[in-house]
């Protein structure tokens, strides 16, 4: 039997097999990076709307005035990210903020807001909007 009888890999294969390999990685980065960049869009998302569900009570209790207060329960972690709330008395934000998404910020109508930060040990509880003299004040129920 001589050497082409028995068989053998050419190298037009590894070459086709390199090629395939590394556009197969390309797509692969590619799936990866996109669906990262997808879950940080959805995270601050929802960071939107955990915002506006605090300004929505803290605008609630300031309509009805120094009797009312309300209970709010947001999510210790969005998706799989801590976070923290804070309100700027200056320019009436709320901020909801990551490391990973940054900061997403809502407005809210009411100046009579005590500052105030909640973070990872805060948002286990429920949170309490109420009034206390005459600015309101978000702390743990």
């Known amino acids: 039997m001589g050497f082409r009888e028995r068989g053998f890999f050419?190298?037009?294969?590894?070459?086709?097999?390199?090629?395939?390999l590394m556009i197969s990685a390309s797509f692969l980065n590619i799936y990866s990076?996109?669906?990262q960049a997808a879950e940080l869009m959805g995270a601050r998302l929802?960071?939107?709307?955990?915002?506006?569900?605090?300004?929505?009570?803290?605008?609630?209790?300031?309509a009805n005035g120094s009797d009312f207060e309300l209970y709010v329960d947001l999510p210790s972690k969005i998706g799989s990210y801590f976070?923290?709330?804070?309100?700027d008395n200056t320019t009436r934000q709320i901020l909801v903020e990551n490391s990973a998404w940054g900061a997403v910020s809502v407005v809210a109508v009411c100046k009579k807001v005590?500052?105030?930060?909640?973070?990872?040990?805060?948002?286990?509880?429920?949170?309490l909007v109420h009034w206390v003299?005459?600015?309101?004040e978000v702390t743990n129920a």
């Not at 050419?10 to 395939?20: M, N, P």
């Not at 976070?83 to 309100?87: A, V």
């Open 33 to 35: 990076g996109r669906n």
């Open 46 to 62: 929802e960071a939107r709307i955990i915002g506006e569900k605090l300004v929505a009570a803290i605008n609630t209790v300031y």
């Open 10 to 20: 050419s190298i037009d294969a590894v070459f086709a097999v390199t090629l395939l």
């Open 114 to 127: 005590d500052n105030f930060v909640l973070g990872q040990e805060n948002l286990k509880n429920t949170i």
């Open 83 to 87: 976070y923290q709330i804070s309100f």
């Open 133 to 136: 003299g005459n600015n309101m």
